[in-house]
């Protein structure tokens, strides 16, 4: 990362500048956003420190400015794959999901919430057994998103994922920059949220992110292998919470629909199945 060396230890990056100018034009502009993606890639924190034995400038004097370096900084910050930002599948679309009686609610739901996010149906609570399609379809919703506006702030997280890191940000005093991350997404899809079941803190620190990004009109999609009402351990207030928008269940595949998964499957790998199969 041009003109700064990095250096990982104990799960935090060190970025090293070359002297203070470049520490605090890089500390202004761009740490932040460099934290923020640290912390998606499972970071603790980023250190921003100048490198020792620099030349220290005086106060009144700059530098002149290294076009080619402040250039390369800035696609390298400002220009991450947004796939890896939100921690998307790009595979998940609405194309290749194979719809039917079963999901044909769900689906058209999440359709609604991928054109109209954050106005239509907020949060959008989507249930249904495993290996129904949860994932896919709410990665789907992410992914669409992102093709019409790719710097939208979207993050896929499974739920124990989203406990990793709140219990990182109590281990390390972080929870003003844990917040600042949360609560500014435009899109939080928390999957397989029956894990936060009897996490206190967990709870507290979603109730708090929940309110944030509702109030200021950011979509939230949530899945879970249960009805709200039925999830052990969740506090009532977000149970209620989930019910602010809309509840949809993923029912399991009639026989015409478990053929048409079948052969999808069997297409992306490139498998040819005789239809008597």
């Known amino acids: 990362m041009k003109p700064l060396s990095e250096v990982i230890e104990n799960n935090q990056v060190i970025l090293i500048a070359p002297n203070r100018f470049i520490?605090?034009?890089?500390?202004?502009?761009?740490?932040?956003?460099?934290?923020?993606?640290?912390?998606?890639?499972?970071?603790?924190?980023?250190?921003?420190?100048?490198?020792?034995?620099?030349?220290?400038?005086?106060?009144?004097?700059?530098?002149?400015?290294?076009?080619?370096?402040?250039?390369?900084?800035?696609?390298?910050?400002?220009?991450?794959?947004?796939?890896?930002?939100?921690?998307?599948?790009?595979?998940?679309?609405?194309?290749?999901?194979?719809?039917?009686?079963?999901?044909?609610?769900?689906?058209?739901?999440?359709?609604?919430?991928?054109?109209?996010?954050?106005?239509?149906?907020?949060?959008?609570?989507?249930?249904?057994?495993?290996?129904?399609?949860?994932t896919h379809l709410i990665q789907a919703i992410g992914n669409n998103i992102l093709e019409r506006n790719p710097q939208a702030k979207v993050r896929y997280i499974h739920s124990e994922k989203y406990v990793s890191d709140v219990v990182r940000a109590y281990q390390h005093k972080s929870f003003d920059s844990f917040k600042q991350y949360y609560h500014t997404l435009d899109l939080l899809m928390i999957d397989d949220i029956q894990f936060f079941g009897n996490k206190t803190r967990t709870q507290e620190e979603f109730f708090f992110a929940f309110n944030a990004l509702v109030e200021s009109h950011r979509q939230i999609i949530i899945t879970c292998d249960s009805f709200p009402k039925e999830i052990s351990g969740m506090e009532p207030r977000l149970i209620s919470r989930f019910g602010w928008g809309l509840t949809v269940a993923i029912e399991p595949p009639e026989l015409e629909m478990r053929v048409a998964i079948l052969i999808s499957k069997a297409q992306k790998e490139s498998i040819i199945l005789e239809e008597s199969v």
Do not use: C, M
């Open 23 to 134: 520490l605090q034009w890089v500390k202004e502009r761009y740490f932040q956003r460099i934290d923020e993606l640290a912390r998606e890639q499972g970071l603790d924190s980023v250190i921003l420190q100048q490198k020792e034995n620099s030349t220290i400038l005086p106060e009144n004097t700059s530098p002149p400015p290294d076009t080619h370096s402040q250039d390369t900084l800035a696609r390298t910050v400002l220009q991450p794959n947004p796939a890896e930002r939100s921690q998307l599948n790009r595979t998940f679309n609405f194309d290749n999901f194979v719809s039917g009686k079963a999901n044909q609610l769900a689906r058209a739901a999440a359709l609604q919430v991928a054109e109209n996010p954050g106005k239509a149906y907020n949060p959008l609570f989507v249930y249904g057994g495993v290996g129904l399609g949860k």
